[in-house]
Structure formats: C-alpha cells, structure tokens
C-alpha cells in the first residue's frame, strides 16, 4: 500500500515550497518527490476536512499565511493574508468554529483566521503576547505553537516567556485569556502534546532539552507539573534543541527529536500517561531534525532533517516502542514539517 505524505519547509537555498512523497508500506520505501504547491517558506502546513491546504508563507507584503485549495495531487492557490514581519511558525485548523491558528515566532503574536465558504481566510484576531526569559533566545516573546486542547480551547506555547497560555475562543474568532501556566525558566516552551485521555499534556523545552509532564484540568483550563525529564542521554554536553513531540493514539510511547544530538527520544508512558520513563535514542541518520510523524497506520515513523536534505524512515514496533531503521537517504530539501494523508 501506498501512503502519501505531504512537506513543507524553507525556501532559503533549493526547495520551492511544499512538497509531497509516496511510502510504501510493504516495501518499507520513501519514493517519488513531486512540488505540490510553490510558496515561500511553507515550514509549517495542515489541511481542513474540505481538503483546503494552509501554510505558513511569505511574500512582498511580509509574512502570514497562505491558503489552497488541494485534490490530493496539486494544490490552486486561493490567496495570502500578510503583514509587515516574518511569516507564522505554526498554523492549526478548528473544524467546529471554522478558524485557523497561527503562532508568529518573531512577532510573539497569535493570529485567529476565519475560514470563508472558498477555503480563503479573513484575519479576526491578533493577540501581542509580552516578556521575556533569563536566556539570550529569550529576549522577547516568541510563540512557537497555537492549536486546540482537547476540550476546544486554544494553547500556545512562548518559548521566549516559558509560558502556556489558554484561551477560550469567542463568538467568530476572539481570543480571551483563561489561564497561563508558568513553566521552569529558561526552558524555551515549544510545543505541546495531549494524552489520549486528554487529562494529560507533554510540553517540550527547546532551550533545556526537557518535558514537563502536566496534569490538564478542562473545567478550569489549567496545567500543573508532575515530572520533569530531560530528552538527552546522561553525560551528553554538545549542543542541542528539542522540536517535535508526538505521542501514539495509544498513549503508549511518546517521541521527541533533537537537533544537535540528531537523535529521536523514546519513552514509555504509564498508563494513566503521568509519568514518562526513557527507553532510549535513535540516531536519525541526518543533521537537524526539525519534525517528525507517523504515518497513517503508525507503523512508521518519517524523520525529515532540515540542514542535510534527507528524509529517514524507521519501523516502529507497536508493542515495545522500539524504532529500526529502514531508509536514510531519501532526498527532500529544508524540510521542517511533515503531515500524512
């Protein structure tokens, strides 16, 4: 059976936006590189029900997002809504209020877009998040993530404040603050992942190579720590920045990737997911691992590296969490996202 993925990234030396490749899950293959759609800096893309592609991008009137609508072979473009500044880092749909999410990064801003009845967007809401943090990184705020709780509120995560903020979304697109949850300092809050049982959130720290395993509460809308543990071997002093975090549907395993180590983390979850144990590394074969996914079935795992060009695969073995490699040197330029079909 083939799988389609789909990838978007920079745009900086080669790439020319977003790009698809097929997997071949018998033949445990990555082939067929097709460009998508062409846009500039895509790093971050996903797709509504309807099949309308959005992405973060860039143009002459500065950064923001870009929307398309896509057959599952190539993409129309429907438009931009940018502004002066860098593009958005992160972008996420909400099916039932028909709103996207962006994060800006440089900005430390979060953008609320309605979805009109063509799949275009219409900006509704931005909101300027302030402070800092005790690192050089973290001068100002820089949102790195805005995407639904499971009770249909929207967190971000400011790795330049270490803080996870909740809101509650009003009425066509309006953001009210609920509550912020104030990580360890200098952790750099990147992104953040829910258990299955939604009663548990996995936040990832950038700038100390960490989780914080969080204890979730949906009639408040507040997070409190339960453990912290490091993404790293113990002895290891090199450089390092964690990115993605992806737990499987069975709450069973939890992955994070390191950038500087190049290395996927594996850990066991407990089974009500409020403790994670570390069952080990995996050299990904490539140099910047900027994100990582399963696919469909979760039986793979597909790596991409952002500053080696290459795309690895591993098999993952559901039952113990293990990951064995079976391709490393499958060609896709300044990947920094990767979203099965």
Request: net charge negative.
């Amino acid at each position: 059976m083939k799988e389609k993925i789909l990838l978007g990234g920079y745009t900086k030396r080669v790439s020319k936006g977003v790009y698809s490749v097929l997997l071949d899950t018998k033949a445990a293959e990555l082939s067929s590189l097709n460009e998508v759609a062409a846009i500039q800096n895509p790093t971050y893309i996903t797709l509504d029900e309807k099949g309308h592609l959005y992405t973060c991008a860039a143009d002459s009137n500065g950064g923001g997002i870009a929307a398309f609508d896509f057959d599952g072979e190539t993409a129309t473009h429907l438009g931009n809504v940018t502004t002066t500044g860098a593009p958005l880092c992160y972008v996420a749909v909400d099916e039932a209020r028909q709103l996207v999410y962006g994060a800006n990064y440089h900005l430390g801003e979060v953008r609320v877009y309605k979805i009109q009845a063509n799949g275009s967007l219409r900006l509704t809401d931005t909101v300027k998040h302030t402070g800092s943090g005790p690192r050089p990184e973290q001068a100002s705020s820089h949102v790195h993530y805005s995407d639904l709780t499971p009770d249909g509120r929207l967190v971000t995560c400011d790795l330049g404040t270490d803080e996870v903020t909740v809101y509650d979304v009003i009425g066509e697109g309006k953001l009210n603050i609920a509550t912020i949850y104030r990580a360890e300092k200098g952790m750099g809050a990147r992104h953040i992942t829910f258990h299955p049982n939604g009663k548990i959130a996995y936040l990832v720290g950038e700038l100390n190579s960490t989780i914080e395993v969080l204890s979730y509460n949906e009639e408040k809308g507040r997070f409190a720590r339960l453990q912290t543990i490091s993404t790293l071997p113990e002895g290891y002093h090199g450089a390092n920045g964690v990115a993605a975090i992806r737990i499987s549907s069975d709450g069973k395993f939890l992955y994070t990737s390191n950038r500087g180590h190049d290395s996927l983390t594996t850990y066991k979850v407990s089974p009500l997911g409020t403790k994670l144990e570390t069952i080990g590394w995996t050299n990904t074969e490539g140099h910047i691992p900027r994100d990582f996914n399963f696919n469909k079935t979760e039986d793979y795992i597909i790596v991409a590296h952002q500053e080696s060009d290459n795309l690895s695969l591993f098999l993952r073995d559901k039952k113990t969490g293990t990951l064995t490699l079976e391709q490393k040197d499958f060609y896709a330029p300044e990947i920094t996202c990767v979203l099965p079909l």
